[in-house]
């Protein structure tokens, strides 16, 4: 079992940053790719970006390329989303989730999800 618990998410303006966190509760955290994703009222789930057990692989959602960086410490059980040039239409609640790295590249549900946090960009 993976338990995932998400932090740093809140109110910011348009332009600004947020860093948000995913702390891992099981050692097999490093064993495991690891992804984010959003939904935002009224819309479906939708993949944010994703990194690969050690973390040499990345990908992101066309909509984030170039503005969201993910990384991850395995030494501390954490993901990370750096979120920067946040824009209104990147309101939504924010999940990290937990699955192989073939699992969520083709966007297919991941085994463990986190109860996500809300991101709120005004304009």
């Known amino acids: 079992q993976v338990q995932l618990v998400e932090s740093g998410g809140g109110l910011v303006q348009a332009g600004g940053s947020l860093r948000l966190s995913c702390a891992a509760s099981a050692r097999t955290f490093s064993r495991y790719a690891m992804g984010w994703f959003r939904q935002a009222p009224g819309k479906e789930r939708e993949f944010v970006a994703l990194i690969s057990w050690i973390g040499g692989s990345t990908n992101y959602a066309d909509s984030v390329k170039g503005r969201f960086t993910i990384s991850r410490d395995n030494a501390k059980n954490t993901l990370y989303l750096q979120m920067n040039s946040l824009k209104p239409e990147d309101t939504a609640v924010y999940y990290c989730?937990?699955?192989?790295?073939?699992?969520?590249?083709?966007?297919?549900?991941?085994?463990?999800w986190g109860q996500g946090t809300q991101v709120t960009v005004s304009s």
């Open positions: 989730a937990a699955a192989q790295y073939e699992t969520l590249l083709h966007r297919h549900r991941p085994d463990y």
